[in-house]
């Protein structure tokens, strides 16, 4: 098991965010958590990656419990974060950006290289030089992306990754969220978009206030209209 997170509660404050979050990702897996918003789908990364300050459970990656771990210390053992708010350098370019992500590759897990980043995200490709702060909300998001995967991680937690991106942008992110699985990438993307998880994922967990409320396969969600309906219809 790539991650085994169990009996995560997080807290805010006075304010207890999440509520004995459980949930488990293999090697190779598209894994989604789903939920409205205010759910707690960023609260569980951000707790996963020890953002949060105050948090207490379980959490084993590759094995090893990290849950004591800061974040730095996570991230170098091969888990990458894509926060919701894309975070890129914007006075630096796309290579740049690219670079800024770079460790060393590590064994069980895809090597990236800016090039074949370039294949992955074709609209990088075209402008290696342009400066972050000058790109589409579709293009700062393939970027991050692009600059997690130079951290060579064997999984990732994609926050959000087609909030807000046009259609055909959409499209294009399913596509590479693909290429990386093939990769044998492990990943855990945060959606609301129950169609765009369906074209990527092979399993699901719903989070509604801060508990899992529902996992299984995504046939097994298809199969479960009532489910659907009471935590993901608008």
Known sequence: MKLSVSGLNSYYGPAHILFDVGLEVGAGE?????GR????????FRSIVGLVAERRGRILFEGEDV???PTHEIVRRGLGYVPE????????????????????????????TPEKLYALF??????????????????????????TLMGNPSLVLLDEPSEGLAPKIVEQMADAILAMKREGLSIVLSEQNLHFARLISDRAY????????????MAELEANPEVRDAYLAV
């Open 122 to 147: 074709p609209n990088l490709g075209e402008m290696r030089s342009r400066l972050g702060g000058r790109m589409s909300g579709g293009e700062q998001q393939m970027l991050t992306i692009g600059r």
């Open 206 to 217: 719903i989070i509604e206030k801060g508990r899992i409320r529902f996992s299984g396969s």
């Open 85 to 112: 708010d894309r975070r890129i350098f914007t006075e630096l370019t796309v290579e740049e950006n690219f670079l800024v992500g770079r460790q060393p590759p590590r064994a069980g897990a895809p090597t990236w």
């Open 30 to 34: 598209v894994v989604a958590l789903l």
């Open 67 to 69: 849950s004591a771990l």
């Open 37 to 44: 918003n205010g759910a707690g789908k960023s609260t569980t």
